[in-house]
C-alpha cells in the first residue's frame, strides 16, 4: 500500500475518534499529505522549520488531537502537551500522524486516567499517565501487543517505565514511543577483530545501551546474543557473557541483546553503499546489517 493511501486510512481513524471542530484540522492534513508524492521525487526533504506556517500547524494540529482525544475519554481529567517539530521533515510528520491512532489506540486500551502528560520531538513520543492496579494491561494484552505490533513494523519501538504514585492504587505509567528511526544512519560495532566482520543495526539501539550494573538488576527475561555466524541466538546461562548490553523494556516482554562491544552512530554512506539487508561491503572490513525489525 502506498504511503499516501496508509495516511489517507490513518486520517479517517482520527475523523472517527475527534469531534467536529477537529475536523477542518485534518482536512489541512490532507492537503499537505498530496504534496508527498512530489518530496519524494524531490533531492531535498522538505523541513517543516522551513515554513513558519507549516510548523505552526503541525503544532496546533498535534495539540487539537490529544486535547480532543482526552476531552472525549472517560478516564482522563486533563492534559499537558509539550510537541517539537524541530527537525521534522515532512516524511516523518506524515509517519507520526500515520501511528497516531495506533499510540491512542494503546492508550485507550490500557485506560489510562487521570492527567495526561505528552512529550513530542523527532526522537521520542512520550506519554504519561495514571494507571489503575489490575486494570487495562492485563484485561486487553492481545489487542494491546496487536497494536505494539503494528508500531514496531512500521520501526518504531515501545517501552515503558513504572514509576509511583501519590494516588492510592495507581502507578505512573511513562509510554515511549521510539520514533526516531533514520535510514541515513547505522549504529556500527567494530568487530571485526572478533568475528570477521563489523556489525552494523538500526540507528535506535544507540537509544538502549545500559552497563552491567544495570542488567543485574533486571529480573529474568530473555536474553540473546550474536553467535560467530552473525545470527541471533537466545541464551540461557549470560551470568559470563561479555560485552554491551541493549536493553528493550518492551511491554510484557523485556528483552536484551548483548553485542561483544559498544557502537556508534555513523552515516551509513561512509559505509560505501547505499541499500541495507545482510550483505557485505566494497571495503576492507565487510560489513554485515542486522535487522531487528525483521526479527519476531
Known amino acids: ?6 495516511l489517507k486510512n490513518a486520517i479517517e481513524d482520527l475523523y472517527f475518534v475527534s469531534d467536529l471542530d477537529i475536523h477542518p484540522f485534518l482536512g489541512q492534513i490532507n492537503f499537505y499529505v498530496s504534496q508527498l508524492r512530489k518530496e519524494k521525487s524531490s533531492p531535498k526533504s522538505i523541513q517543516i522549520d522551513d515554513f513558519p506556517f507549516l510548523a505552526k500547524f503541525m503544532d496546533t494540529s498535534f495539540r487539537s488531537l490529544i486535547e480532543n482525544y482526552t476531552q472525549r475519554s472517560i478516564y482522563l481529567k486533563t492534559c499537558k502537551v509539550s510537541p517539537s517539530f524541530k527537525n521534522f521533515d515532512l516524511l516523518k510528520a506524515e509517519s507520526l500522524l500515520a501511528q497516531l491512532p495506533l499510540m491512542l489506540k494503546i492508550i485507550s486500551l490500557m485506560k489510562l486516567g487521570g492527567d495526561l502528560i505528552v512529550d513530542l520531538n523527532d526522537r521520542f513520543l512520550v506519554i504519561s499517565a495514571l494507571l489503575k492496579k489490575g486494570k487495562g494491561i492485563r484485561d486487553n494484552k492481545i489487542e494491546i501487543l ?84 552473525c545470527k541471533i541466538e537466545r541464551v540461557k546461562d549470560y551470568t559470563q557473557l ?21 557502537g556508534d552512530l555513523i552515516d551509513i554512506k561512509s559505509l560505501g553503499r547505499k541499500d541495507t539487508g545482510s550483505d557485505w561491503t566494497t571495503k576492507t572490513v565487510p560489513t554485515y546489517f542486522i535487522d531487528i525489525f525483521s526479527s519476531h
Open 242 to 262: 561479555n560485552g554491551q548490553v541493549i536493553h528493550f523494556h518492551f511491554l510484557f516482554r523485556p528483552i536484551s541483546f548483548i553485542i561483544p562491544k559498544r
Open 146 to 229: 496487536e497494536q505494539v505490533k503494528s508500531l514496531f513494523a512500521v520501526k518504531t519501538l515501545t517501552t515503558f517505565n513504572i514509576r509511583e504514585s501519590e494516588v492510592i492504587d495507581c502507578a505512573i505509567l511513562d509510554l515511549k514511543f521510539d520514533i526516531g528511526y533514520n535510514e541515513d544512519l547505522t549504529y556500527q560495532v567494530q568487530t571485526s577483530d572478533l568475528i570477521g566482520v563489523d556489525l552494523c543495526m538500526p540507528n535506535q539501539l544507540k537509544n538502549y545501551e545500559i552497563s552491567k550494573e544495570e542488567f543485574s538488576k533486571i529480573n529474568e527475561h530473555q536474553v540473546f546474543k550474536i553467535n560467530e555466524n
Open 1 to 6: 500500500m502506498e504511503t499516501e493511501e496508509k
